[in-house]
Nanobody, 126 residues
């Protein structure tokens, strides 16, 4: 069982930066692949970024809409995964969710994730 708690969401102006963090409980954190998703009002939850499990070569993947602006990283010693968001746009406004996948491999569809956090609100003003 893994419990996830996101933090760092707030109101920011367009062009600004924000760093989201996700703290995970459990001694097997390093074996999970981790992802960030977001959901804007009236829209489906969509994939943002993912990182594979904490062993071997680190691999990341990003949605096209955030590539070159967002960076996902993990610290297995601290049981945390972060999402650095730069050059924020109003269309990045959403609730951002952290998720963990027992597969250990990068997954872009939410059905592959087994555990979810409660979400943190990011609002980007124009």
């Amino acid at each position: 069982q893994v419990q996830l708690v996101e933090s760092g969401g707030r109101l920011v102006q367009a062009g600004g930066s924000l760093r989201l963090s996700c703290a995970a409980s459990g001694r097997t954190f390093s074996t999970y692949a981790m992802g960030w998703f977001r959901q804007a009002p009236g829209k489906d939850r969509e994939f943002v970024a993912a990182i594979n499990w904490g062993g071997g070569t680190t691999t990341t993947m990003y949605a096209d809409s955030v590539k070159d602006r967002f960076t996902i990283s993990r610290d297995n010693a601290k049981n945390t995964v972060s999402l650095q968001m730069n050059s924020l746009k109003p269309e990045d406004t959403a609730v951002y969710y952290c998720a963990a996948s027992r597969s250990g491999m990068i997954q872009t569809h939410r059905t592959w994730y087994d555990y979810w956090g409660q979400g943190t609100q990011v609002t980007v003003s124009s």
